[in-house]
């Protein structure tokens, strides 16, 4: 079985420029979960969906980032305009019903110069 | 005060010896905790789950929850170099918080 896909794995850009991340979640599953991940403050939630619906954002740091869930197999994480400070590892994570168990993405690594 | 909080070690053990971990959290409406283990450049992955007080064995594993203390800890029995990483704890009291990391090597 295909677990939680995205891309791009890299990803290196320069201040001010959009960036858009991508994440295809594990079929079935309706709960969709975005995460950053630094040394300095280490895993935190940015935003869930359940059923495509936005449920919490209060962990999307600024207007620069916004979310989608289009349809069930399907989000994004846009960052625009870019900072250096946004550079990070970002994960998707999924779970379907009532299980508590998230399986992660491999990650994007955001460099942005 | 962070929600989940844990030694940010490092944690350094023989091989074959007992790892232990630790972790508080602050809301004692959370319900549900999880131990992940996450490889250097890889993404987190679930290893134990535990939701009610004592102990829940899994291998060479054992989670440990005292909602009364409100700790969670983890018990990695017979370490391998294998099992060198960070290891994130994680409570449930609304969405899945995270805590800061263990990071444990085990030497040979």
């Known amino acids: 079985d295909a677990g939680v896909i995205q891309s791009p794995r890299h990803e290196v850009t320069e201040m001010g420029q959009e960036v858009t991340l991508r994440c295809k979640p594990i079929s079935g599953h309706n709960s969709l979960f975005w995460y950053r991940q630094t040394m300095m403050r280490g895993l935190e939630l940015l935003i869930y969906f359940n059923n495509n619906v936005p449920i919490d954002d209060s962990g999307m740091p600024e207007d620069r980032f916004s979310a989608k869930m289009p349809n069930a197999s399907f989000s994004t994480l846009k960052i625009q305009p870019s900072e250096p400070r946004d550079s990070a590892v970002y994960f998707c994570?999924?779970?379907?019903?009532?299980?508590?168990?998230?399986?992660f993405g491999p990650g994007t690594r955001l460099t942005v110069l | 005060q962070k929600e989940v909080e844990q030694n940010s070690g490092p944690l350094s053990v023989p091989e074959g010896a007992i790892a232990s971990l630790n972790c508080t959290y602050s809301d004692r409406g959370s319900q549900s905790f999880f131990w992940y283990r996450q490889y250097s450049g890889k993404s987190p992955e679930l290893i134990m789950s535990i939701y009610s007080n004592g102990d829940k064995e899994d291998g060479r594993f054992t989670a440990q929850l005292n909602k009364a203390s409100q700790y969670v800890s983890l018990l990695i029995r017979d370490s391998q170099p294998s099992d060198s990483a960070t290891y994130l704890c994680a409570g449930r009291p609304r969405q899945l918080t995270f805590g800061s990391g263990t990071q444990l090597t085990v030497l040979p």
């Open positions: 994570a999924s779970t379907g019903g009532s299980a508590d168990t998230q399986y």
